[in-house]
T-cell receptor, first 111, second 117 residues
């Protein structure tokens, strides 16, 4: 069953612009994670935010979490062509559950 | 460097044939996972193992089998019972969160693309 659902399904922007992706989920969680996948490759873990956190930063990434709305957003600032990839959110219900992934957002950053 | 190695990168299976996908990690992680990825469907969990000699079915285990005889290895066999095996298969691992150690994300391998010919 799909827990997280990303929105939009696809996003096309110019280099230097910000990219925002959203994730909604259905049940209570311990933490939510974001991953990046380049075409034909494995996923790379970007950032983890716990249920008692509201915002977290890592370099050009900013993640927010609203547990009352069961939603999260990933903001990539000053996008680069190298950020072109698919981005997935994943939820962890207990802290050591199997992760449940959404279908992902495909981000295209044009030079 | 520590990481997860999946092999082969590409695999072709004939109808009625069993094939085995390899997944090896040298990260000393306890838990290992197999996911299947189809276009537009995200990742779906096939099997997982949180400790040696123990594994659990995921959401789409039918037609697949696994073993976990060593901590480092978690091979996946796609059997002839799996009617639509063409997909991208991803293996992942994660350490067990301990007291005060926090929570962790997965480390993924680079995947195996399986095609039925």
């Amino acid at each position: 069953s799909q827990q997280g659902e990303e929105d939009p399904q696809a996003l096309s922007i110019q280099e230097g612009e910000n990219a925002t992706m959203n994730c909604s989920y259905k049940t209570s969680i311990n933490n939510l994670q974001w991953y990046r996948q380049n075409s034909g490759r494995g996923l790379v873990h970007l950032i983890l935010i716990r249920s008692n956190e509201r915002e977290k930063h890592s370099g050009r990434l900013r993640v927010t979490l609203d547990t009352s709305k069961k939603s999260s957003s990933l903001l990539i600032t000053a996008s680069r062509a190298a950020d072109t990839a698919s981005y997935f959110c994943a939820t962890d219900e207990s802290g050591y559950s199997t992760l449940t992934f959404g279908k992902g957002t495909m981000l295209l950053v044009s030079p | 460097d520590g990481g997860i190695t999946q092999s082969p990168k590409y695999l072709f299976r004939k109808e009625g044939q069993n094939v085995t996908l390899s997944c090896e990690q040298n990260l000393n992680h306890d838990a290992m996972y197999w996911y299947r990825q189809d276009p537009g469907q995200g990742l779906r969990l096939i099997y997982y193992s949180q400790i040696v000699n123990d594994f659990q079915k995921g959401d789409i285990a039918e037609g697949y089998s696994v073993s976990r005889e060593k901590k480092e290895s978690f091979p996946l066999t796609v059997t002839s019972a799996q009617k639509n095996p063409t997909a991208f298969y991803l293996c992942a691992s994660r350490p067990t969160p301990g007291q005060g150690r926090g929570y962790y994300g997965y480390t993924f391998g680079s995947g195996t693309r399986l095609t039925v010919v």
